[in-house]
């Protein structure tokens, strides 16, 4: 009976399937299997885990996690010329890997597990932003997300305040999960090789906010401190509050400062601010 192990290089199954990377889907793939385990290990043990992949191409990563142990994956790919390459690792998978034809910006993911899935994917730097705030805000169980970004993004994801990387992607990231920066991945490790590195995060939803907010105030108040982030957060939030110097001293905090200085905690105290000025409605 067959097994991993007989299969091809991946190289050669994307020839053999056409499969050259698409820029409109926003495709990067990688065929380096030492790295490809290397990128799996974040996730630790997979004995007991159902890994849902997104966006897996010619499987180099879906190859990784079944490897790996993973007890079930289900492949999400939306670009049918992978879901054939895809089908000759089902077959000797031992019935481990599902795959499905869908877009994930459109799957209703919650029906496709019975326990929190480890989410996983090398994702096109196109969307990565999007899929991840859809996945982050879900609030459905998650075990965790291994996720690969375009590593300015990835950096931006992880910073930490007073950096200049730090903005309003990290705040409401880390509000809700604990992120770890595992590795970062160079340009010429990609078919085709972009212009830029990648990063890959370990990122696990908390069980609850890391401070009480309202996530719709919580954007807010970022959005306007970190949309004129040069300027100190007294003229920045000019927009949002009517006296905004009054609102950062009701949150306890300085007039005077820039955005990038506020850690979570402080942009929370101004969101509950701005909820009790405009109201739970906005």
């Known amino acids: ?145 291994l996720l690969m970004f375009q590593k300015e993004v990835g950096h931006r994801i992880a910073a930490q305040p007073g950096s200049k990387s730090y903005g309003r992607l990290s705040v409401l990231v880390q509000w809700l999960c604990a992120v770890e920066a595992c590795l970062d991945v160079p340009p010429e490790a990609f078919v085709p090789a972009p212009k830029v590195s990648a990063s890959v995060l370990r990122i696990t939803p908390r069980s609850c906010p890391l401070y009480p907010a309202q996530i719709n105030h919580l954007r807010a108040v970022t959005k306007a401190a970190f949309g004129q982030r040069r300027k100190t957060l007294r003229n920045s939030l000019g927009t949002t509050f009517a006296d905004p110097v009054s609102a950062l001293e009701a949150a306890g905090i300085r007039p005077d400062l820039r955005a990038e200085k506020i850690n979570i905690k402080g942009f929370c105290a101004l969101a509950r601010v701005h909820q009790d000025i405009v109201g739970t409605d906005i």
């Open 1 to 145: 009976m067959a097994d991993l192990d007989s299969l091809p290089p991946l190289r050669d199954v994307a020839d053999r399937h056409g499969l050259r990377a698409r820029r409109s889907l926003g495709q990067n793939f990688l065929f380096d299997e030492n790295l490809l385990d290397r990128i799996v290990s974040f996730s630790g043990d997979l004995s007991n885990a159902h890994v849902i992949e997104i966006g897996p191409g010619p499987g180099g990563l879906t190859r990784a996690f079944l490897r790996a142990g993973a007890q079930q994956v289900t492949a999400l790919e939306k670009d049918r010329r992978c879901v054939a390459a895809l089908q000759e690792l089902s077959e000797v998978s031992n019935g481990r890997l599902e795959i499905i034809e869908a877009d994930v910006l459109e799957a209703d993911l919650p029906r496709l597990f019975t326990q929190p899935p480890v989410i996983a994917g090398n994702l096109p730097f196109n969307i990565a932003t999007e899929v991840l705030m859809q996945l982050v805000e879900s609030g459905m169980p998650i075990a965790h997300m």
